[in-house]
DNA sequence: TTGGTATATTCCTATTGACGTATATAGATA
DNA sequence: TATCTATATACGTCAATAGGAATATACCAA
């Protein structure tokens, strides 16, 4: 993956909300769509961008599609998650949604 | 600045380019360009765009522009420039792009 | 004041991106 | 087999982006 393809993942604001959740782990498609609180096609068409630009992948679990990052990503891309990830306290909209991640967690949906 | 407009500031090839050159300093567009080796038109634009989302600041000396990073830039931004820097060794482009600064620092166009 | 140099802007075109509606697919279950 | 659930895809629309050609602007210098 090159280096502005990664950039363009985290270029809309819906991407980077799924990009903070999945800094916690792999999460399922409905999970995800249930914290974001938008529509299915547009979390779907979220996450299959970062997928077609190898920034995640997915693996099938039974009914399920859960979505994690790829292994081996870029040096810099790794570090950019990371600040993201240390930062993300800072930011109303992505720390709503990883408390809503943690009641996530407690469900049994998948 | 929100985070995914700074994200979108490093979501074109030649944008990063130039960020990897404004990490080592402020530089006058004509040094960009002709590091870049793109048209005039295009390099303007593309400091425009990013001077536009506040990632960049213009400062005037005489006959030429220099830009250079906003003071006070986010802490994920600043991380993320970091990393840039710190990893640009390994691009090959972006190396090219540095060695060619360095010519240019003896050069006394502006 | 005339011209030159550095840089930005306008206009145009082609491409990409975001989002909604509707529909398709894949696997599980009855 | 028929159906349900989870998820993706197709299609249409509108906005944003990238890049080139031509032109404008701002400042300097003669």
Redesign the interface.
């Known amino acids: 993956m090159?280096?502005?393809?990664f950039?363009?993942c985290?270029?809309?604001?819906t991407?980077?909300r799924i990009v903070n959740l999945l800094l916690k782990g792999p999460l399922c498609v409905c999970q995800i769509q249930e914290i974001l609180q938008e529509a299915q096609v547009k979390t779907s068409k979220h996450l299959g961008y970062m997928k077609s630009r190898e920034l995640l992948i997915v693996k099938r679990k039974a009914n399920w599609n859960f979505y994690e990052f790829a292994p081996s990503l870029?040096?810099?891309a790794l570090?950019?998650l990371?600040?993201?990830e240390?930062?993300a306290v800072?930011?109303a909209v992505l720390t709503v949604d990883l408390n809503r991640l943690q009641d996530s967690l407690t469900n049994d949906c998948c």
């Open positions: 090159d280096l502005s393809s950039y363009k985290l270029s809309d604001p991407r980077l870029h040096p810099i570090s950019s990371q600040a993201i240390t930062y800072d930011d």
